[in-house]
């Protein structure tokens, strides 16, 4: 990158990109040129700034969680070692992923990447959704969880009548 809306840019890489935002400012809707030395060649660029879009998410009730999508902002973000996954954001109280943990602690913590759910890979939330259903299907008590937090793989199997009975009753 050479210049930022006509003002001169003396920083490459990473530096580069940080100068940019900073120029630019997070205001959607602010228009933008760049001027860009490529390949020996000076290009001239145009842009808008735009926002990111939300990740998507699903809250699946009868496990007690809420989930988005894994996106590379957050792998880079969260210092994250798998880059499959669905995300969870959140863990409801008195929920099957909220209880059954030794140590007081909670089956299932906002932060963890579940990868796999039932021996099925999640990949997404579209596949995490199809592999509830399925369990769902069935009726099971249980489901295996195959989850990374941090550097360590662990397998939870919530019982997923927890809780059961107060939705049941709605």
Do not use: H, W, Y
């Not at 769902?136 to 489901?143: F, H």
């Amino acid at each position: 990158m050479v210049a930022v809306n006509d003002q001169p840019l003396r920083l490459t890489g990473l530096r580069a990109a940080e100068s940019l935002m900073q120029t630019l400012g997070s205001r959607p809707g602010r228009k933008f040129k760049l001027r860009v030395l490529r390949d020996g060649r000076t290009l001239e660029l145009a842009g808008v700034c735009g926002r990111r879009p939300e990740p998507a998410t699903l809250k699946a009730e009868d496990l007690g969680v809420t989930v988005q999508a894994l996106t590379d902002v957050e792998v880079f973000q969260r210092s994250l070692f798998v880059e499959k996954g669905v995300l969870v954001t959140d863990v409801e109280r008195g929920s099957p992923a909220a209880t059954g943990s030794a140590f007081g602690r909670t089956l299932l913590i906002p932060g963890d990447v579940i990868v796999a759910l039932d021996g099925r890979a999640t990949p997404s939330i579209a596949e995490f959704r199809k592999v509830l259903e399925d369990v769902r299907r069935r009726g099971r008590d249980s489901v295996l969880i195959q989850v990374m937090r941090g550097r360590a793989v662990q397998f939870e199997a919530p019982n997923l009548r927890i809780g059961r009975a107060g939705r049941e009753s709605r």
